[in-house]
């Protein structure tokens, strides 16, 4: 008859109150803290991952180190137990041949392990704390999240402002990036490498924004996601027309005509970088109307450029805030 034994073990948080989580996706294995108290009252059933939304119940998301130090306890729990039955067996088996004028067992028990219960402790706190719009769970991260470990809720406002904060201070840190890189590399490797994040850096701004416009719009106005294609966002004039339908919130509200010329030019700018590797082609002159390039020749994106199209999103989804 197998019987289960129970060894008491006990979580210290952290100094704001937070417990350390780790998601159990060996392709992900992302560490983040959630409040002591919430993780008690509410997460009695599935848990997402912050990162990359993977799902699991509740009891698999210890970190390597807790996992490390309860299999430890384990261990030592096991033995002392053992140490303590052998103990009690020789020591009544010496005690039987005390008497005895041929037969003198003596035993002498070995070190016995000490036990020490001390409750797990956590990793210093860190200093990104957010609270789900949804439920209110409360956790704790480096860098970004994307969903709440508790309901699982997407935030696509805070993606996005992750997104734009990342972007600008991949900008601020491209001279320093540059050095670096010079240093380690050489000038000629430095100067491909900056350029491709700066190009790079294109895509993920407008990324973020398609992202945001979506899912505000389909928030404010109800509307049938699967009535907006995956690239309507992409184009200035397709985006203008389903906010100004559906919010009366047409981007020329918002935006001057030279804002919204210079937005429609980067816009059409990434394309061609994406897909004809950054060549000019007669397309691109249609749509973009840039008359600044001649066809066969390369897009070059300036880091004046970025700044000012961060500029131009950041006013536009403010509108769409209102």
């Known amino acids: ?17 937070y417990l350390d989580r780790q998601c159990p996706n060996r392709n992900c294995e992302f560490v983040f803290k959630i409040n002591m108290e919430d993780w008690k009252e509410k997460m009695h059933g599935d848990v997402h991952c912050p990162m990359c939304g993977y799902i699991a119940s509740n009891d698999q998301w210890y970190t390597d180190e807790q996992i490390a130090v309860i299999r430890k306890n384990a261990r030592n729990y096991a033995v002392s137990m053992v140490q303590s039955m052998l103990s009690k067996s020789f020591s009544r088996l010496a005690n039987s041949t005390r008497n005895n004028k041929y037969i003198k067992i003596v035993y002498k028990p070995s070190k016995k392990i000490s036990i020490r219960n001390n409750p797990i402790g956590q990793r210093e706190e ?66 491909k490498m900056c350029r491709s994040m700066l190009e790079g850096t294109l895509g993920d701004i407008i ?3 398609q992202k945001f416009a979506k899912e505000n719009l389909v928030h404010k106005s109800e509307l049938d996601i699967s009535k907006i294609k995956v690239n309507d966002f992409q184009i200035i004039s397709k985006g203008n027309d389903l906010y100004d339908k559906h919010l009366r919130k047409a981007y020329s509200t918002c935006l001057s005509e030279d804002e919204l010329t210079f937005m429609n030019i980067l816009f059409q700018r990434r394309h061609i970088l994406e897909h004809n590797d950054g060549i000019v082609d007669e397309k691109y002159i249609e749509k973009s109307n840039d008359l600044s390039y001649a066809i066969g020749q390369r897009i070059i994106v300036k880091k004046e450029d970025i700044i000012c199209l961060v500029e131009i999103i950041k006013k536009l989804t403010n509108f769409f805030r209102e």
């Open 1 to 17: 008859m197998t019987k289960n034994i129970k060894i008491p073990m006990t979580f210290q948080s952290d100094e704001k109150g």
């Open 126 to 191: 860190w200093n990104l704390d957010i609270t789900c719009e949804q439920c209110g769970t409360r956790y704790s991260v480096i860098g970004s999240a994307y969903f709440c470990p508790c309901c699982g809720y997407n935030s696509v406002e805070q993606v996005f402002n992750d997104s734009i904060s990342r972007i600008e201070k991949m900008i601020e840190a491209q001279d320093f990036m540059y050095e670096k890189l010079a240093d380690e590399y050489g000038v000629d490797e430095a100067n």
């Open 207 to 209: 990324s973020a924004f």
